[in-house]
């Protein structure tokens, strides 16, 4: 049974730091690509970051570059992503994501989301 399981969200003031994990089983974890993607209320689900199977190539949304870092250990089938220099807008619900393809079929696994609240 594929599991992923988010945990770290909470409340926090602006300018504030807060790491999210993302612990994973019943995958290979190791061959997938894992990402991190948020949503705001009333809005759409949006990527915040990407990172590959190995971890060597990353990738950010132009909204939190330089303050988020996305990382993963494969030994621990674990994914993080700390946030630096909270705001406001960060708010919302971070959903941790495994997503593969293979040409003939796509994986895709969602985790239930943990809260983030940047605010004052």
């Known amino acids: 049974q594929v599991q992923l399981v988010e945990s770290g969200g909470g409340l926090v003031q602006p300018g504030g730091s807060l790491r999210l994990s993302c612990a994973a089983s019943?995958?290979?974890?190791?061959?997938?690509?894992m990402n991190w993607y948020r949503q705001a209320p009333g809005k759409e689900r949006e990527l915040v970051a990407g990172?590959?199977?190995?971890?060597?190539?990353?990738n950010y949304a132009d909204s939190v570059k330089v303050r988020f870092t996305i990382s993963r250990d494969n030994a621990k089938n674990t994914v993080y992503l700390q946030m630096n220099s909270l705001k406001p807008d960060d708010t919302g619900v971070y959903y941790c994501?495994?997503?593969?393809?293979?040409?003939?079929?796509?994986?895709?696994?969602w985790g239930q989301g943990t809260q983030v609240t940047v605010s004052s």
């Open positions: 990172i590959s199977s190995g971890g060597r190539s990353t």
């Open positions: 019943g995958f290979s974890f190791s061959n997938y690509p």
């Open positions: 994501n495994a997503r593969k393809s293979t040409g003939l079929k796509e994986y895709n696994y």
